[in-house]
């Protein structure tokens, strides 16, 4: 016969063969998946175990909140991690089973070490699977700028931290000029990762514009540092194009993001003089290769100057013993042409006296020869003159001999030849012709000679050796 | 403006360049002051960006989304 049991008797006899089987307290490996505060500060949290992501066992848990008001914070001050889901704990519990409510697990202690353990353990993992990946040091061997000047923040707006980062970067000593733009992300919890996730994905759309990221975050209150131990938010980190400065404050080991980062620093004052004193070196290389510049420009010129000087002497030094050597020649070549001078005139001098010599007893020669030859010549001329001029002489004698003679004989001539003429004239002259009884006829002045001229009733005169009477003719015969 | 737009790198390499040069080359006094003056002008480049706001850079980032 089947024996029949109500739900509560087989409710009491779980709950009795469960206290028999389990101690009173056992402790228990668990992952918190869930996690609630009620206003009471009772906490009811759901306990898991996973194989892979499969889920194998979960169990209601919950921790009495005069139990939860000591656990917690000594938890987290010991881990530095918050007591929130997403972590694997080593805690002390009860199991309770009530009829009414069923299986719950009431935690009464916790041992910090073992999340501690594990999350180094679940680092070591990350850390592993980066380093197996090859990527882990690509953000750190980017090269950071020369001047990291232009900076992407990823911050919280409100974070002390961010103010600090800001103001040491605008009173820099040297008055280095930075430009920065927040990507505002949210720093602690659950959001954190996917948060500064999207800010480093916003920040890669502007990648040109920036030498450098800086993670930060203020200091606050209890360090939630487990965002920072996280696989994808490293990961993103050694792919991210620009280097990545961390300074998210704390003092305890790095975080995977701090090992992966180009460079880490711890709080976010840290951050900005390290870009200040970046940017300073470079502003002291200015400063050395300005100097160094003078320097060697100066030490340039002064052995160029030096050369100057040295050529100056050089050549006054060159310029003396040329002038000097052409001195030398010039004399030498003065004498030279002295000595041939000399020697020319000389030369020529003595074949001038030879010449000389020569003309002068040709001269003498010919004067003699030519003296000679005139005196010569003068001779025959005188005689020939003398002989001419005895023959002219005796020729003339002759001839005006024979002048004289012939020309008293002509005269006596001419004078018998006169006188007869004279006679002949004085009896021709009309008028003793006149005288002797003639007379003359003239006709109008004319004298008449024949009748023919002569007409009847012409006048006519006619003139008698005393007087003239004039007539008419009467009777022409 | 092509010298504008040199990097602090490039500038520096070109000033260690021609120092380099001036200290180990026969430069005549000319190709000399040439150089100084290039370095003159890459050094107030560097000192310039720096020390002296770039409106341009600061514009293009107040424009961006946060």
Request: glycine share 4%.
């Amino acid at each position: 016969m089947q024996q029949k049991l109500t739900l509560f008797e087989l409710s009491q006899k779980i709950k009795d063969a469960l206290q028999s089987a389990v101690p009173a307290t056992v402790w228990v490996v668990a992952e918190i998946s869930e996690l609630k505060e009620n206003r009471n500060g009772h906490c009811y949290l759901e306990l898991v175990e996973k194989e892979g992501n499969e889920i194998i066992a979960r169990a209601r848990a919950t921790i009495w909140s005069y139990t939860y008001r000591i656990l917690k914070p000594y938890f987290e001050t010991t881990t530095g991690q918050y007591f929130t889901h997403g972590i694997k704990v080593l805690v002390q519990v009860s199991v309770e089973f009530h009829p009414a409510y069923g299986l719950s697990l009431n935690i009464k202690d916790i041992d910090p070490a073992y999340t501690v353990g594990d999350m180094a353990l679940q680092r070591k993992e990350i850390i592993e699977r980066i380093q197996d990946e090859g990527v882990f040091d690509m953000n750190r061997e980017l090269k950071l700028p020369l001047v990291p000047q232009k900076i992407a923040v990823i911050s919280s707006k409100t974070a002390a931290g961010y103010q600090d980062f800001l103001n040491q970067l605008d009173n820099n000593s040297s008055g280095i000029k930075f430009y920065t733009h927040l990507f505002e992300a949210w720093m602690q919890g659950s959001e954190a990762v996917p948060s500064i996730i999207s800010a480093l994905d916003r920040i890669f759309e502007y990648e040109d514009y920036f030498d450098a990221v800086a993670i930060i975050r203020g200091g606050g209150a209890t360090a939630d540092l487990s965002s920072f131990d996280n696989y994808d938010l490293a990961f993103h980190i050694t792919q991210f194009p620009l280097p990545v400065v961390t300074g998210i404050g704390h003092e305890k080991d790095d975080t995977i993001i701090d090992l992966v980062a180009h460079t880490r620093m711890k709080t976010p004052t840290a951050v900005a003089e390290f870009f200040i004193s970046g940017a300073e070196l470079f502003y002291e290389r200015l400063t050395g290769l300005e100097e160094e510049m003078v320097r060697i420009t100066r030490e340039r010129i002064d052995v160029k100057k030096e050369k100057l000087e040295e050529f100056a002497a050089d050549l006054h030094q060159f310029v003396g013993g040329f002038i000097n050597k052409k001195n030398r020649q010039l004399l030498k070549t003065g004498n030279h042409l002295h000595q041939q001078v000399n020697r020319f005139s000389f030369n020529k001098q003595y074949e001038l006296n030879n010449l000389r010599h020569d003309l002068h007893a040709a001269f003498s020669v010919w004067k003699v020869e030519t003296k000679n030859r005139i005196d010569s010549r003068k001779r025959i001329l005188k005689r020939v003159v003398h002989e001419s001029l005895l023959k002219e002489t005796s020729g003339f004698n002759q001839l005006k001999g024979r002048l004289k003679h012939g020309s008293v004989r002509f005269l006596t001539k001419e004078q018998e030849r006169m006188l007869r003429h004279e006679n002949t004239i004085r009896l021709l002259n009309p008028e003793n012709v006149l005288n002797r009884g003639y007379t003359l006829t003239l006709k109008e002045g004319r004298i008449v000679k024949s009748v023919v001229s002569i007409e009847l009733n012409d006048e006519i005169e006619t003139r008698f050796a005393d007087g003239k009477v004039k007539s008419k003719i009467t009777k022409k015969e | 403006m092509a010298t504008k737009k040199v990097t602090y790198n490039e500038a520096v390499s070109e000033i260690e360049e021609i120092l380099e040069k001036i200290e180990s080359e026969e430069l005549d006094v000319d190709e000399l002051a040439e150089k100084v003056k290039r370095v003159s002008v890459l050094l107030k480049i560097c000192k310039d960006k720096l020390l002296k706001t770039n409106e341009q850079v600061d514009q293009v980032l107040k424009e961006m989304e946060e």
